[in-house]
């Protein structure tokens, strides 16, 4: 059984005149556990994207116009066997449904709500508070799509027959609902219904445009899941230091 796990973080901020944020505490051994079996769990995926070949993190959406036809293209192609071993380490991350739960965004909340109730009696604008909360937010961002949407949003847009765009018609497609509507329909299930969707939505696109967004929000995802993962591995040795911009 994982005992209590002591920590010693702090929070540091270059352009804040060198205040620090401080915390101290015991991470109890429950949820220890749970932040160690993600851990395990990302080991899993760690040695999947070694067996990818030239699998690079990084990637650039590219549009371009050639013949008068919209052309896309993605600079981190995926082999079809590679993908599909990727996604099938990312189900605990994603589903939220296993036992225990490790997905992504409810490890991060616990372990954040924890620490945040040990300094519970500061002052919501205290730097403690805010800084260890945006924090957390950015790994949520990130892992959600939204950091990606901040860069850059991708609608699909419907127009009436007169040319208007109809009200709540269009879609964002870089979005975390998206990406689940498109693993569920040939990913982690079949639905037909998404499977409708996405392909009523890809007509309005280049061939293979959304598949490569989709991808790109996989690599953001797998980004995430590494900066927590080095989170949690800090946190073994007692001791995290964390630079905020």
């Known amino acids: ?109 616990r372990l954040q709500k924890y620490i945040r109730e040990r300094i519970k009696g500061k002052h919501e604008k205290d730097i403690h508070y805010v800084w260890l909360k945006e924090f957390f937010k950015s790994l949520k961002e990130e892992y959600n799509g939204q950091a990606g949407q901040k860069q850059c949003v991708i609608e699909s847009v419907k127009f009436t027959s007169s040319g208007e765009i109809p009200p709540n018609e269009n879609k964002s497609i870089n979005c975390e609902n998206m990406l689940n509507s498109w693993l569920n329909a040939y990913e982690f299930h079949h639905d037909e219904e998404k499977q409708h969707l996405i392909e009523d939505i890809e007509k309005g696109f280049p061939p293979g445009l959304l598949d490569s967004v989709f991808v790109g929000m996989i690599l953001d995802k797998i980004k995430a899941i590494n900066r927590f993962a080095g989170l949690i591995d800090r946190l073994g040795t007692g001791q995290v230091n964390i630079c905020l911009p």
Not at 49 to 56: D, H, K, P, V
């Open 1 to 109: 059984m994982s005992q209590p796990q002591p920590y010693d973080i702090m929070i540091i901020r270059p352009a804040s005149d060198g205040k620090v944020a401080h915390f101290t505490g015991e991470i109890p051994n429950d949820l220890w556990a749970i932040l160690l079996r993600f851990r395990e769990q990302v080991s899993k995926l760690e040695a999947c994207l070694r067996e990818c070949e030239n699998l690079n993190l990084n990637y650039t959406l590219s549009w371009s116009r050639d013949d008068e036809a919209l052309k896309f293209e993605t600079h981190s192609a995926i082999r079809p066997n590679d993908l599909y071993s990727i996604l099938h380490c990312l189900r605990p991350f994603q589903l939220q449904n296993n036992k225990p739960d490790i997905s992504f965004n409810t490890t991060v909340s």
